[in-house]
């Protein structure tokens, strides 16, 4: 069996690595810290189980998932992120992982999630299994919250451009930029510019009118 660890974080490698090694002691152990050298790995042996953080330096879409998983149908994995567990795991599983844990759980948690995964089964947290029992499956438009000046300055934002800017293409005080920018924040549920791409992606706001 061979597991592949994929996070820029060395405590975080080192704790899933030990936790595989003491589950599976004949298994062999990977672990590469960025996406460039994810491909290369792939294309030139198999895993049993790719171990994925979404939230590193560079960015991890969902096209990238859908992308390996193409390119190995076999290939079991597990999304172990920071990322808003409400806002992104629904929209990740139907992408194809097996699982996704927020990194807040226990590792006993994804001690479970191995095993079910594993056995080619998914594995629900009790709060994604509950939301997915909901009518409110994570599908709606959360961009729907925002005003239209909100909407207006999250352009922006997804452009680059800093506050200061903003202030200016939109002739407003700094402070109402910045009240505009912590609402968006918390009505998507999101915490920095990545996780906002992120949902741009999933819900394909800039293609639509």
């Given at each position: 069996?061979k597991?592949?660890?994929?996070?820029?974080?060395?405590?975080?490698?080192?704790?899933?690595?030990?936790?595989?090694?003491?589950?599976?002691?004949?298994?062999?152990?990977?672990?590469?810290?960025?996406?460039?050298?994810?491909?290369?790995?792939?294309?030139g042996?198999?895993?049993?189980?790719?171990?994925?953080?979404?939230h590193?330096?560079?960015?991890?879409?969902?096209?990238?998932?859908?992308?390996l998983?193409s390119?190995?149908?076999?290939?079991?994995?597990?999304?172990?992120?920071?990322?808003?567990?409400?806002?992104?795991?629904?929209h990740?599983?139907k992408?194809?992982?097996?699982?996704?844990?927020?990194?807040?759980?226990?590792i006993?948690?994804?001690?479970?999630?191995?095993?079910?995964?594993?056995?080619?089964?998914?594995?629900?947290?009790?709060?994604?299994?509950?939301?997915?029992?909901?009518?409110?499956?994570?599908?709606?438009?959360?961009?729907?919250?925002?005003?239209?000046r909100?909407?207006?300055?999250?352009?922006?934002?997804?452009?680059?451009?800093?506050?200061?800017?903003?202030?200016?293409?939109?002739?407003?005080?700094?402070?109402t930029?910045s009240?505009?920018k912590?609402?968006?924040?918390?009505?998507?549920?999101?915490?920095?510019?990545?996780?906002?791409?992120?949902?741009?992606?999933?819900?394909?706001?800039?293609?639509?009118?």
């Open positions: 069996m597991f592949l660890i994929a996070d820029d974080h060395d405590i975080v490698r080192l704790g899933v690595k030990l936790l595989l090694q003491k589950k599976y002691p004949d298994a062999g152990v990977t672990e590469i810290t960025d996406y460039n050298k994810i491909l290369g790995k792939l294309k042996d198999d895993y049993d189980l790719l171990i994925l953080d979404i590193m330096q560079e960015t991890c879409t969902i096209e990238f998932i859908r992308h998983i390119l190995k149908p076999a290939l079991r994995i597990i999304i172990l992120s920071y990322l808003p567990e409400d806002v992104f795991a629904i990740y599983l992408a194809g992982v097996m699982a996704y844990i927020h990194k807040k759980y226990d006993e948690i994804l001690s479970k999630a191995v095993d079910c995964v594993l056995t080619d089964r998914k594995f629900l947290t009790a709060g994604v299994n509950e939301r997915m029992l909901h009518k409110d499956t994570g599908d709606e438009n959360l961009f729907a919250r925002l005003s239209e909100e909407i207006e300055v999250l352009h922006y934002m997804l452009q680059g451009y800093v506050s200061s800017e903003i202030c200016n293409k939109m002739n407003l005080h700094s402070t930029i009240t505009y912590n609402r968006i924040f918390e009505k998507l549920h999101t915490n920095n510019i990545m996780e906002l791409n992120e949902l741009v992606t999933i819900h394909d706001l800039l293609k639509k009118p």
